[in-house]
């Protein structure tokens, strides 16, 4: 329960400075989402960071990993998990899955986000 607990505070926090990010770089004149690509650059580097710590010496204990990395960081973005589980797949040479992966995240995740909108359209 309490890792539930650690998860689900972290994951506020990191929805409300998305939330903040976005309200202040995304604008509707550009077309481009400023404030939601650096929430996922940002976040692709933090998760980076916590989960390499994570590892190296056992500097983060598993329920301080919990909250920063899949708390705050999978609030913050799911991107963040996206480009490490990518990392993964190719520092272990695996560049098939890589490359399903990659591109099934990225047309389904269009598929679904142009499903969903049609089935609310009515």
Known sequence: MK???LVFVGGGFGSIA?????????????????GTLLANVIGSLLIGVI??????????????????????CGGFTTFSTFAYENHV????????????????????G???VFLGMYLVKG
Do not use: W
């Not at 998305?18 to 400023?34: A, C, D, H």
């Not at 590892?55 to 919990?66: A, E, G, V």
């Open 18 to 34: 998305r939330f903040v990010l976005s309200k202040y770089f995304n604008s509707t004149e550009n077309g481009i989402p400023y």
């Open 89 to 108: 797949l190719l520092k272990s040479g695996d560049f098939t899955s890589f490359f399903i992966y990659t591109i099934a995240s990225f047309a389904l």
């Open 110 to 112: 269009f598929a679904a």
């Open 51 to 72: 989960l390499g710590l994570a590892m190296k010496n056992d500097t983060l204990s598993q329920n301080q990993t919990l909250l920063l990395a899949t708390g705050v």
């Open 3 to 5: 890792q539930l607990v």
